[in-house]
T-cell receptor
Framework: QVQLQESGPGLVKPSQTLSLTCTVSGASISSGSYYWSWIRQPAGKGLEWIGRVHTTGNTNYNPSLKSRVTISLDTSKNQFSLNLISVTAADTAVYFCARTDFYDNWFADWGQGTLATVSS | EIVLTQSPATLSLSPGERATLSCRASQNIGTSLGWYQQKPGQAPRLLIY???NRATGIPARFSGSGSGTDFTLTISSLEPEDFAVYFC??????????FGQGTTLEI
């Protein structure tokens, strides 16, 4: 059974870069059968899909965040990462990593989430 | 971007009652809609995919219906553990995959 675990600094200063990592166990991120996504949720609010990466290196991003986001893979560590530049308080949220099958694109597997706070 | 509008925002019911949650899409998405349940401090859990298919391990009291722009999640007889927040999500027209704002099901 696949498990996903987010990690990264809980506090980031405004204008800096938020960097998070998702460590995957029980499945290989090198498998072509899946996409690996980041989703965020501000406190008390809904879910926002940030973007995804495939083992081929192909990425897709939410147009509202595309200019600030990079998602990448580290197959040697079975991890994928999120970099969000020029953060503001509006980027404060719980960040989830998640997996979808290549074809069906439903978020069936999730990490537990990690809170990232943007504050000076 | 497809906007999903859920109603009601909050639904107050008792265990044993039937719950009906609605999700309306801003344009036709066929049956490309899923439902998720989220409890406090937890990640969302996929309940229903492709409008009406239960995900693995989801009890039969959960059912989904609809197509086009109007969708419904029904919980036939509420159990205490069903009180949570429910989100719909579309995968028809992306990026981005979009979610509804959620319905809180409270006792």
């Amino acid at each position: 059974q696949v498990q996903l675990q987010e990690s990264g600094p809980g506090l980031v200063k405004p204008s800096q870069t938020l960097s998070l990592t998702c460590t995957v166990s029980g499945a290989s991120i090198s498998s072509g059968s899946y996409y690996w996504s980041w989703i965020r949720q501000p406190a008390g609010k809904g879910l926002e899909w940030i973007g995804r990466v495939h083992t081929t290196g192909n990425t897709n991003y939410n147009p509202s965040l595309k200019s600030r986001v990079t998602i990448s893979l580290d197959t040697s560590k079975n991890q994928f990462s999120l970099n969000l530049i020029s953060v503001t308080a509006a980027d404060t949220a719980v960040y989830f990593c998640a997996r979808t099958d290549f074809y069906d694109n439903w978020f069936a597997d999730w990490g537990q989430g990690t809170l990232a706070t943007v504050s000076s | 971007e497809i906007v999903l509008t859920q109603s009601p925002a909050t639904l107050s019911l008792s265990p044993g009652e039937r719950a009906t949650l609605s999700c309306r899409a801003s344009q036709n998405i066929g049956t490309s809609l899923g439902w998720y349940q989220q409890k406090p401090g937890q990640a969302p859990r996929l309940l229903i995919y492709e409008a009406s298919n239960r995900a693995t391990g989801i009890p039969a009291r959960f059912s989904g219906s609809g197509s086009g722009t109007d969708f419904t999640l029904t919980i036939s007889s509420l159990e205490p553990e069903d009180f949570a927040v429910y989100f719909c999500q579309q995968r028809s027209n992306w990026p981005p995959y979009s979610f509804g704002q959620g319905t809180t099901l409270e006792i």
